[in-house]
């Protein structure tokens, strides 16, 4: 199984040509682009969604009409899933296996998919193969239509999924836990919902995500911005048009602003620059950026895969993103970069080098590797129609595709949010009247943290 099988045509012809020599060059520019990007406020810098404040509306549900219709229940169970997204998911189906029937799969959203029920962005879509990142290929036949399938076919196959192994009989949407006690005389954890539920269980599993709450950066004057502004995980397809496809015709005459250039910026702007008149990326820190290399799925490819496929390629996979191992059919992105630094370490000190080779040989990799990147990059901005700004970005190399009267990249972070549509910065854009908002608020390490909305998890012995 290698690229060829998916309709790669050329996959080895992406890999860096310049040698590093002077590590402490390097070093010195990254140094002086993390000075400029530091902030006294660290993480407080982003403004955080108060489900019931000013900003709760960013966290509201565009995908469902009014609350929930179920009135506060009262349960005793052996297990209690909070998430519906792949990992509870997954769980709801190895109770299902193993004859547990007693349990309920909790979310806060109106259906199972997690991140895909929420994240329906013009230009979503998975940046780990999908024969590697949907689960149950095998016991389903499933067939993704493409080696990077779109969001919306993510998300499909996440209900399909429930309704295959009958999930929805246990589920209850629009439904967000809001605190769960350990209770040591009757060993069952005490669970309430925002709907006023109570639920006695014997096992919790939290499964509640990673980027599970969106964050908005916080620039002083944020509250009064009078254009329409939302996120990207609350798309509002009603003010733009179209769907996760693009087509947002409702955008032609406007002028959109976004902040933010990482993976979801990179899917999204181009689809902004293609039906809006002018967009301004606001980019702090550029991200890496390579070349997708989708296609279309080999049909044929895929049914002449011997059984147990699947787990193999999976755990290759992982190997080599993880372990650094050098071996894996896979051949993409990540595993190209991973198998370069493992070739670099390889030639710098052998089997086994000292830590002082290693880390030397691992930065140098790293940086003749970004280095072809930027040139990349540099190369398409160069080709590019009508390009505004004047250094280069990865998001550059996400707009130049598309054919937006102008697309103007903005280097600095944001200075603060004028009132009526405006937005100030250094370079001073003036009148954009709409706002795209990138970013998710990463699960804190604690448990008692991880979910949202001020719950404590009390668990054995008060921790
Ligand atoms: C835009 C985007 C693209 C991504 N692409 C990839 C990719 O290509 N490859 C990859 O490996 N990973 C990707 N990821 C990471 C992705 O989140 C994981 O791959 C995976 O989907 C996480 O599944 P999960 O079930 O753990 O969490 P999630 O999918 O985040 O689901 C968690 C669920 O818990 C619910 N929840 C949270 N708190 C509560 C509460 N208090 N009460 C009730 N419900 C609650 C949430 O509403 C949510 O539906 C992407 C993430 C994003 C945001």
């Known amino acids: 199984m290698n690229d060829r099988n998916v309709g790669i045509a050329d996959p080895h012809s992406f890999v860096p040509s310049r040698k590093v020599d002077r590590l402490d060059v390097f070093r010195e520019k990254y140094a ?37 219709e179920a009135g506060p229940m009262s349960l005793d169970l ?6 519906a997204g792949f990992m509870g998911i997954t769980a709801g189906i ?50 993704p239509t493409e080696r990077y399938v779109r969001g919306s076919e993510i998300y499909a196959y996440c209900r399909s999924l429930a309704q295959q192994h009958g999930l929805y009989d246990h589920a209850l949407f629009q439904t967000r836990v809001t605190g769960m006690e350990w209770d040591e005389d009757t060993a069952r954890w005490t669970v309430r919902t925002d709907n006023g539920d109570e639920f006695r269980a014997r096992f919790v599993a939290t499964q509640s995500g990673l980027f599970m709450r969106p964050h908005l950066p916080g620039i002083p004057g944020i509250e009064s911005f009078a254009g329409h502004s939302f996120h990207t995980s609350r798309w509002d397809y009603e003010y733009t048009g179209g769907d996760d496809s693009g087509n947002l015709d409702r955008l032609r005459g406007k002028k959109v602003a976004i902040i ?56 290759a996979f992982d190997k080599c993103v993880q372990d650094r191992a050098t071996v894996s059919d896979v051949d993409d992105g990540w595993v190209k970069f991973a198998k370069y630094q493992m070739d670099a370490v390889f030639e710098a000190g052998g089997e086994n080098p000292s830590l002082e080779v290693l880390i030397d040989a691992m930065e140098r990799s790293d940086y003749e590797w970004n280095e072809m990147l930027r040139d990349r990059i540099d190369a398409s901005w160069r080709t590019s129609r009508r390009p505004t700004s004047s250094r280069p970005t ?24 004028r009132r009526h549509g405006e937005h100030a910065d250094r370079a001073d854009h003036r009148d954009r009247d709409r706002v795209g908002r990138s970013g998710a608020r990463l699960r804190p390490d604690r448990l008692r943290d991880r979910i949202p909305g001020r719950t404590l998890v009390d668990g054995q012995g008060g921790l």
Not at 33 to 61: M, P, V
Not at 78 to 83: E, I, T
Not at 267 to 290: C, F, G, K, N
Not at 397 to 411: E, F, N
């Open 94 to 143: 190895e109770l299902e296996k193993v004859g547990v029937s007693s349990y309920k799969i909790l979310d806060v959203a109106g259906d199972f998919g997690g991140t895909w029920y929420w994240n329906r962005y013009p230009g979503v879509r998975c940046d780990v193969e999908s024969y590697i990142y949907l689960p149950y290929l095998e016991e389903t036949g499933y067939v």
């Open 260 to 315: 933010g250039t990482g993976a979801t910026g990179l899917q999204v702007i181009p689809q902004l620059a293609e039906y809006a008149d002018e967009v301004v990326v606001y980019q702090r820190t550029p991200t890496q950026v390579m070349p997708r290399q989708n296609a279309q799925t080999d049909v044929d490819w895929f049914k002449s895969l011997k059984p147990g496929w699947h787990r193999e390629r999976r755990a």
């Open 32 to 68: 002086a682009e993390r000075d400029k990007r530091l902030t006294k406020e660290g993480a407080e810098q982003f403004q955080a969604i108060d489900f019931t404040g000013k900003f709760s509306e960013f966290d509201a549900d565009p995908h469902v009409d009014g609350p929930r």
């Open 78 to 83: 052996d297990v209690l899933v909070v998430g």
């Open 394 to 417: 990865t998001a550059r190399c996400a707009s130049v595709r598309a054919s937006a009267t102008s697309t103007c990249l903005v280097q600095q972070g944001l200075g603060r949010h």
